[in-house]
């Protein structure tokens, strides 16, 4: 599933550019309301709350350490990145994610995008955030292999941060493999589809941000990841069809899992069980 070759990415848009690019498309993006994170239930102790600083940028962002309870061995630590839903990282309290995962040995970092929960407010592409999360896991677990699990947003935002240089140099060599659900290969194709009214708007984003469109199109990006990894969908999301998940993991040299029934973000509704034992393997094998 490993790339021998890692081709290069497109390149990052300069820093103005981007955030010219990035306010034009956050003035039109859907709004969600902001709500703070729940606490983890009493299942998932022990947790604590974290602070996780923004390279670059103001303010920090809000997360959920789970270290592994009792006597079991430690085999690597994962950073799950949440879908964009008004929960945040408390979308990862159900579905058993971290209780299989802390199950199998890994500890667990679950992180806040900006603008949700206690994180600071966006300032540009969400990716430099995910490259932030993976050098605060990798110092809170020094010594072992890292993995990434990104759900709709959260694995659409890890493809740039694990490509492009985002991460540095010794964080990301620690990273094995990757697991994603329901990520589409374009933001601005995914909002078309859920919003058609809004279409002319996200073309004209394409007219006057080409640079931006390029560099935030994953089909330029999963080439260049380098890494074991696996993409699952649902056969009925209408904003994520099952080829577009065939086709970026074939460019990942990666193997994606259809979930017949399924629309967006319920593959792990339906096929618990079934999801979560794919990630593992993925995880185990790398």
């Known amino acids: 599933m490993q790339n021998a070759v890692r081709p290069s990415p497109p390149p990052r848009p300069s820093g103005l550019y981007e955030a010219l690019s990035w306010r034009w498309f956050h003035t039109f993006a859907p709004r969600l309301p902001r709500i703070e994170a729940p606490d983890p239930p009493a299942r998932l102790a022990p947790w604590r709350t974290v602070a996780i600083p923004r390279r670059g940028r103001r303010g920090t962002l809000a997360g959920t350490w789970y270290p592994l309870r009792g006597e079991r061995s430690e085999r690597g630590a994962v950073l799950l990145m949440p879908p964009y839903l008004e929960w945040g990282r408390s979308y990862f309290h159900r579905r058993r994610r971290i209780e299989s995962l802390r199950q199998a040995g890994y500890q667990v970092l679950a992180v806040d995008f900006p603008g949700f929960g206690g994180s600071a407010p966006p ?18 677990a020094p010594a072992v292999p890292l993995f990434v699990w990104g759900v709709s947003a959260g694995g659409y935002w890890s493809h740039p941060a694990l490509s492009d240089g985002a991460v540095e140099p010794a964080v990301r060599q620690r990273v094995r493999a990757a697991f994603f659900e329901d990520v589409s290969p374009h933001l601005l194709e995914w909002a078309e589809r859920q919003a058609p009214a809004g279409r002319p708007l ?9 640079a931006a469109y390029r560099y935030l199109d994953l089909r330029h990006h999963a080439p260049a990841l380098g890494l074991p990894v696996v993409y699952v969908s649902g056969a009925d999301d209408p904003g994520v069809p099952p080829e577009e998940t ?19 973000l319920e593959a792990i509704k339906r096929e618990t069980r079934r999801v979560i034992a794919r990630a593992l393997a993925v995880f185990a094998g790398a």
């Not at 996200?202 to 080409?210: E, G, K």
């Not at 065939?246 to 629309?263: F, P």
Request: net charge negative; charged share 30%.
């Open 246 to 264: 065939r086709a970026l993991a074939d460019r990942a040299g990666g193997e994606a899992e259809i979930v017949d029934g399924a629309g967006h």
């Open 202 to 210: 996200y073309r004209l984003f394409r007219l006057l941000f080409p």
């Open 123 to 140: 300032q540009g592409f969400f990716d430099r955030e995910v490259a932030a999360a993976l050098s605060d896991l990798a110092q809170r």
